[in-house]
């Protein structure tokens, strides 16, 4: 599975959009991008995943450049609740394993 | 309600013994997995299960043994062998019955040997 980089930590302020990026430059054609949250002793939850296109669900959007090499998760409306760790995560549909990085630590301030 | 529970939550045993961590699932799910996650870092995959009665080591396989007697339930035992067992550990599932289906976790267990 294709590397993943992520910021380290990012803040953000209440009710603005959060742009969380992650850098993929060696993907390929089959691998998908994963998103996944963890907020602190909790199990990671799924946010949203994309092959090519965009992506957007109740939780956020999945903007994938036409490249690939890149991709940004956008919440589009900041809460204190969505303070966590963002987990970036590029892989082969056929793969059981997930590959969890260090992920961005993502500060949402009143 | 559907999801994926683990208990207990929070989990304390002695050096040397066995203790087997819980991980049921009403989702109808196929495939089930454990991953072991230490402090700061990414999580690392145990075992996974596609398919009842059948099962694979992950990355980190020694020092622990599951079983899959039904579709619901994936235990994880941590044997004695393992060196290092104090961990958070978290189950998953997804499904149908594809392995790349995209997975959900569960809440964990935190396990502290003494």
């Known amino acids: 599975d294709a590397k993943t980089t992520q910021p380290t930590s990012m803040d953000c302020a209440e009710g603005r959009a959060a742009n969380l990026p992650c850098n993929h430059s060696?993907?390929?054609?089959?691998?998908?991008v994963y998103w996944y949250r963890q907020i602190h002793s909790q199990g990671p939850q799924y946010i949203i995943h994309g092959l090519k296109n965009n992506e957007t669900n109740e939780m956020a959007s999945l903007i994938i450049t036409e490249d690939r090499k890149s991709s940004t998760l956008i919440l589009p409306h900041a809460t204190l609740r969505d303070t966590a760790v963002y987990y970036c995560?590029?892989?082969?549909?056929?793969?059981?394993?997930?590959?969890f990085g260090q992920g961005t630590e993502l500060s949402v301030k009143p | 309600d559907g999801g994926i529970t683990q208990s207990p939550k929070y989990l304390f045993r002695k050096e040397g013994q066995n203790v087997t961590l819980s991980c049921e699932q009403n989702?109808?799910?196929?495939?089930m997995y454990w991953y072991r996650q230490d402090p700061g870092q990414g999580l690392r995959l145990i075992y996974y299960?596609?398919?009842?009665?059948?099962?694979q080591k992950g990355d980190i396989a020694e020092g622990y043994s599951v079983s899959r007697e039904k579709k619901e339930s994936f235990p994880l035992t941590v044997t004695s062998a393992q060196k290092n067992p104090t961990a958070f550990y978290l189950c998953?599932?997804?499904?149908?019955?594809?392995?790349?289906?995209?997975?959900?976790f569960g809440p964990g267990t935190r396990l502290t040997v003494l």
């Open positions: 060696t993907i390929s054609g089959n691998e998908y």
């Open positions: 995560i590029v892989r082969v549909a056929s793969r059981g394993k997930l590959i």
């Open positions: 989702l109808n799910h196929d495939a």
């Open positions: 299960s596609q398919i009842v009665n059948d099962f």
């Open positions: 998953a599932s997804s499904g149908p019955r594809t392995i790349g289906a995209t997975q959900y």
